[in-house]
């Protein structure tokens, strides 16, 4: 069973605009949460992460939202940018930290 | 810069064959993992060892078996590979508890005909 859960399969964004991400989990011993950015034919690549102390974490562009009551987490990224077409993945780790569950990812396509 | 590199881009073999898939990491991480990456299915961990000839399975273990006899190394072995082995594998690396950024190697595109 899915643990971890992204329903978009795709989004669609003009340039400029604000891409919103979305991300599902169902364990609540998951305690640290991430996003990875992956471009075709290249491994996925670590963007920003949340811890479950924290409801907020930003860095430049990019700023997680984390709500624990609603096992839900989002992507922010203001202003959106061509360069940022890729296919984004959450991921979720309980307290031993050993162990990842990834979503299956969205797509982004950011339309210049 | 840490660096995790995988043997192979791209690869293709036969049914039944026995395949090796290989992954270095360069800065000392003491754990790795492997990962298979399919349309819809998102990212699913094979195997992943936190220490030098420790191994623990993840969620899709079948068919499948690894070897860390340096710490450095990481290795993935379809002991006879099938048609529904066709995926993308990546490598990946951390330093251990506490620390929970993955690393991940470029990935290869493993086709079984």
């Known amino acids: 069973d899915q643990q971890v859960k992204q329903n978009s399969p795709s989004l669609s964004v003009q340039e400029g605009r604000i891409s919103i991400l979305n991300c599902d989990y169902t364990n609540s011993m998951f305690d640290y949460f991430l996003w990875y950015k992956k471009y075709p034919a290249e491994g996925p690549t670590f963007l920003i992460s949340?811890?479950?102390?924290?409801d907020k974490n930003e860095d430049g562009r990019f700023t997680v939202f984390l709500n624990k009551s609603a096992k839900h987490l989002s992507l922010h990224i203001v202003p959106s940018q061509p360069g940022d077409s890729a296919v984004y993945f959450c991921?979720?780790?309980?307290?031993?930290?050993?162990?990842?569950?990834f979503g299956t990812g969205t797509s982004l396509t950011v339309i210049p | 810069d840490v660096k995790v590199t995988q043997s192979s881009r791209y690869l293709v073999k036969r049914t039944g064959e026995k395949v090796f898939l290989e992954c270095v990491q360069d800065?000392?991480?003491?754990?790795m993992f492997w990962y298979r990456q399919d349309p819809g299915l998102g990212l699913r961990l094979i195997y992943f060892?936190?220490?030098?000839?420790?191994?623990e399975k993840g969620d899709i273990p079948e068919g499948y078996s690894v070897s860390r006899e340096k710490k450095e190394r990481f290795s993935l072995i379809l002991e006879s590979a099938s048609t529904n082995q066709t995926s993308m594998y990546l490598c990946a690396s951390t330093t251990g508890a506490g620390n929970y950024e993955q690393y991940f190697g470029p990935g290869t595109r493993l086709t079984v005909t």
């Open positions: 991921a979720a780790s309980a307290r031993t930290g050993n162990q990842f569950y």
């Open positions: 060892s936190y220490d030098v000839k420790m191994k």
């Open positions: 800065m000392d991480h003491e754990n």
């Open positions: 949340i811890s479950s102390i924290k």
